[in-house]
């Protein structure tokens, strides 16, 4: 039985317990090899079966590698007589949900933003909590935060006993409530949830579990100044911003949140923290003012994410260059790192808004960035030039692509993309996998793969390198090997499970990485360009480093006679070091012994790969991708050229339901006047009144349905528009009163028809207010909206052409595009 005085694997002496839980109860304990205090969570016996134990134990072992002040640093995760266990740092306070009455509100901001922090560091690496709760805050004699428990809400999710609840559901967020995917942005939820309970003293929404969980899905919290406490409107508003039912609708990123919640602090504390010469963190910048919090900085319409990330971001990015020259690097970013200005203004906007990945993402993402670094080291100098410049054009190309359709003015941004392009800034280093990720996301669906073709059409226009060394005999911006999907990772990366013994070997490697800086320089030196003169290589992902590393020693291992008998003569005649035997012995003394030992049967492993397609590398002619075409698998070796060859820019979605005419069909008020006009003289016919006989009451034709105008509604109020033609219904429109022509050119309906007979209508209803219909004819469903990012979401999901002029179609300065020609 597992309990004070018993050891776990020979190695770990629990003392005594320091608390239990849903998961399992958490013990004080000593390293017996390493000699130092552990704390020790011995979790419950779950029945969740290998898949999600697997899960579980990769999630663990990424989190291990999050390295930051306000993380409880996890050092080991393993299993005892079948009973799993996760070796922490010990951390000598309380948790929150034990402290926090005792604290003033100020005090109780201050924790919260340093969670927050937290939060969008781990946001940052790809990792997101999924169980944030005042359980999971630990605080330390000094009362500074310590988020724990990366990961292990993955039990909440798997549990097959009927009708039980696992987690938090005073905690959850609405989507985690309806069992839906999450991303990061669920644990903002849960933060709000939190700010609000330590603001008014109490959680919004109390009963059972089912109870609670359904009013987080479904109702608003409770007004917070009801309860008499001393909360700003400015904090009311974040609490409600963190507490928005739809994740776009929440703030943009922990930092975004970190900032706010310090302002108030601030606020609360009348300046007292500064008066008694405690440094304010991560202020911001003299010339920024007070933080405002963008209550839309999740995401914009068209699902673009806001570049102002908060003073936050930027203050906590301004860390001078020369703080990476110290021998340890601790939790920094390649945005603050990165030596220009320009990627790390780039980088930041990117990375505003993080993204999770899970462990076979970052393992693709991560063997094509390297694939990048590395991917000409072996061709001979001269030769090698080509194929170091186009990988580092590639580069180059995601990283503008992506900051333009990142960035909140993707016009304003083109410019600055173009710039990278034209100065050739190195920005290899700089990239991790959320750039790739970020990158593949806008060839999701047809609406957004068309916005990455206008937007490369504008970053070509837009800069003279592109123009004149980036683009095919078609003259398209193409320089190859641009992957398109995940698919198009996998035919470049070897065939392997991302399992325990690969992440282990990343965190090895993260570790010596972080620690040796002449590791860093060692490996980037081999790889190849000037990627080494970039500090921002200090904060490259493991999953980058590992296959870096892994391709090096795989070229060394492979370098044929003719290049042995060359580093012959360059080591004993010339007296030139040798970059592989330097790499190899700086890998073995910064690297335990069976580190280097699994990083050489992985490169094994590897060549078995390669050496299919390449049995004589020495004697075989190279095209610009022919190293990509080795790191192909079997028959995918002849599908590798499409990824290098093919113009992304001028794929046609063929599965796209295209619009008739990407122009209107508008109506104007004078217009819909005058056909008011011949349905009311038609009704009076109709009813015996007086007036001449009618020449009837006209319908408009719109596509292959029709428009009139109804007579008499809400008397003198409004205006009644139809549309007719539908099986047994018709859409009905309330606009300003037609009885007159008031302003005769003003535009009061817009219409656009479909290949498959659907029909999108905007319109000025009778307050002037813009609304937006979509009848989806396949499936005979119409359904309005108010508000465009919500008819943006709807046409991408049912895989529709979005009209560019969608919300200008009825403003007075709308231009039409020509049509299709």
């Known amino acids: 039985m597992i309990g004070p005085g018993s050891t776990l694997n020979d190695r770990f002496l629990l003392q005594k317990e320091l608390g239990?839980?849903?998961?399992?109860?958490?013990?004080?304990?000593?390293?017996?090899?390493?000699?130092?205090?552990?704390?020790?969570?011995?979790?419950?016996?779950?029945?969740?079966?290998?898949?999600?134990?697997?899960?579980?134990?990769?999630?663990?072992?990424?989190?291990?590698?999050?390295?930051?002040?306000?993380?409880?640093?996890?050092?080991?995760?393993?299993q005892a007589g079948g009973t799993s266990y996760l070796v922490m740092e010990q951390v000598d306070g309380v948790s929150y949900v034990r402290r926090w009455r005792d604290l003033p509100l100020a005090g109780r901001l201050k924790i919260l933003a340093g969670v927050a922090e937290a939060l969008d560091y781990a946001h940052r690496q790809g990792v997101i909590h999924r169980d944030v709760k005042p359980g999971n805050v630990l605080l330390t004699a000094a009362d500074v935060p310590k988020l724990s428990d990366f990961g292990l809400s993955l039990l909440a999710e798997h549990d097959d006993a009927a009708g039980v609840v696992r987690g938090t559901p005073h905690y959850m967020s609405p989507e985690q409530a309806k069992g839906q995917r999450l991303n990061y942005k669920t644990d903002l939820y849960s933060l709000g949830v939190m700010v609000y309970e330590s603001a008014a003293g109490a959680v919004p929404f109390t009963g059972t579990a089912m109870t609670v969980m359904a009013q987080h899905a479904n109702t608003p919290p409770p007004p917070i100044l009801a309860r008499d406490q001393p909360v700003s409107p400015d904090l009311e508003k974040l609490i409600l911003a963190l507490l928005a039912?739809?994740?776009?609708?929440?703030?943009?990123?922990?930092?975004?949140?970190?900032?706010?919640?310090?302002?108030?602090?601030?606020?609360?504390?009348?300046?007292?923290?500064?008066?008694?010469?405690?440094?304010?963190?991560?202020?911001?910048?003299?010339?920024?003012?007070?933080?405002?919090?963008?209550?839309?900085?999740?995401r914009a319409a068209r699902g673009r994410a806001v570049a102002g990330a908060a003073p936050a971001a930027r203050a906590r990015r301004s860390e001078p260059a020369h703080a990476v020259a110290a021998p340890h690097v601790a939790a920094a970013e390649a945005?603050?790192?990165?030596?220009?200005?320009?990627?790390?203004?780039?980088?930041?906007?990117?990375?505003?808004?993080?993204?999770?990945?899970?462990p076979e993402e970052r393992y693709l993402n991560g063997y094509y960035l390297a694939h990048l670094l590395v991917g000409s080291r072996r061709r001979p100098f001269f030769a090698r030039r080509k194929l170091e410049r186009l990988n580092a054009d590639r580069a180059r190309l995601i990283l503008a692509l992506t900051y333009v359709l990142t960035a909140h003015d993707s016009e304003a941004a083109v410019p600055e993309a173009a710039q990278l392009l034209?100065?050739?800034?190195?920005?290899?280093?700089?990239?991790?996998?959320?750039?790739?990720?970020?990158?593949?996301?806008?060839?999701?669906?047809?609406?957004?793969?068309?916005?990455?073709?206008?937007a490369r059409k504008a970053l070509q226009d837009a800069s003279a390198y592109a123009r004149e060394h980036m683009t095919d005999a078609k003259g398209v911006l193409n320089v190859g090997l641009i992957p398109r999907?995940?698919?198009?990772?996998?035919?470049?990366?070897?065939?392997?499970?991302?399992?325990?013994e690969l992440v282990e070997r990343w965190n090895r490697l993260a570790d010596a990485w972080r620690e040796h800086a002449d590791l860093r320089e060692t490996v980037l030196r081999y790889a190849g360009g000037a990627a080494y003169r970039d500090p921002s290589g200090a904060a490259m992902w493991a999953e980058v480093v590992y296959p870096l590393v892994e391709m090096s020693r795989w070229q060394r291992a492979r370098r044929g006679k003719l290049r042995d008998a060359w580093h012959f003569v360059a080591n004993?005649?010339?007296?030139?070091?040798?970059?592989?035997?330097?790499l190899h012995r700086t890998l073995t003394r910064h690297l335990a012994p069976r580190v280097v030992e699994q990083l050489d049967r992985s490169a094994v492993q590897l060549d078995r790969v390669l050496a299919r397609s390449d049995p004589d590398d020495e004697a075989q002619p190279e095209d610009q991708d022919s190293r990509a075409a080795r790191l192909a698998q079997g028959s995918e070796a002849a599908r590798i050229g499409a990824i290098a060859a093919e113009a992304d820019a001028e794929v046609v979605d063929s599965d796209q339901v295209a619009l008739v005419d990407v122009d209107?069909?508008?109506?104007?008020?004078?217009?819909?006047?005058?056909?008011?006009?011949e349905a009311a003289a038609g009704m009076r016919q109709a009813t015996g009144g007086p007036g001449p006989r009618p020449a009837g009451h006209r319908h408009t034709p719109l596509g292959p349905y029709r428009l009139a105008v109804v007579p008499s509604v809400r008397g003198a109020a409004a205006g009644?528009?139809?549309?007719?033609?539908?099986?047994?219904?018709?859409?009905?429109m309330l606009t300003p009163s037609l009885r007159t022509a008031g302003s005769r050119g003003r535009a009061i309906i817009a219409a656009w028809t479909y290949d498959d007979h659907s029909l999108l209508l905007t319109y000025s209803d009778f307050k002037s207010v813009q609304r937006y219909i979509l009848w989806d004819a396949p499936h005979g469903r119409q359904t309005a909206y108010s508000d465009p990012a919500d008819i943006y979401r709807e046409l991408e999901a049912l895989g529709m052409e979005v009209p560019e002029a969608m919300e200008t179609a009825l403003s007075r300065g709308f231009r039409p595009q020509g049509g299709r020609g």
């Open 422 to 454: 034209d100065e050739r800034i190195e920005v290899r280093p700089a990239l991790n996998p959320v750039v790739v990720a970020k990158f593949l996301s806008w060839r999701d669906n047809p609406n957004r793969r068309r916005m990455l073709r206008q």
């Open 335 to 358: 945005a603050d790192l990165a030596a220009s200005p320009l990627v790390r203004k780039l980088l930041r906007t990117i990375l505003a808004e993080p993204v999770s990945l899970n």
């Open 572 to 582: 004993r005649v010339l007296r030139l070091p040798d970059p592989g035997e330097k």
């Open 20 to 78: 239990r839980g849903g998961m399992g109860a958490v013990y004080a304990a000593v390293d017996q090899v390493l000699q130092r205090s552990v704390a020790i969570k011995v979790l419950k016996d779950q029945q969740a079966g290998d898949e999600v134990s697997k899960r579980l134990r990769l999630e663990a072992q990424i989190a291990a590698r999050l390295l930051h002040d306000n993380v409880v640093r996890i050092y080991d995760f393993g």
């Open 720 to 732: 009644q528009v139809v549309v007719q033609g539908m099986p047994s219904k018709q859409i009905e």
């Open 245 to 298: 039912k739809r994740p776009e609708d929440r703030p943009a990123s922990g930092a975004v949140v970190a900032e706010a919640l310090r302002v108030e602090a601030r606020k609360l504390q009348g300046g007292a923290d500064v008066a008694a010469g405690e440094p304010a963190p991560d202020a911001a910048p003299e010339d920024a003012g007070e933080p405002v919090l963008d209550l839309g900085a999740g």
């Open 485 to 500: 999907s995940t698919e198009d990772l996998r035919k470049l990366a070897p065939e392997r499970e991302v399992g325990d």
């Open 664 to 677: 209107p069909i508008r109506f104007l008020q004078g217009e819909l006047h005058e056909l008011w006009k």
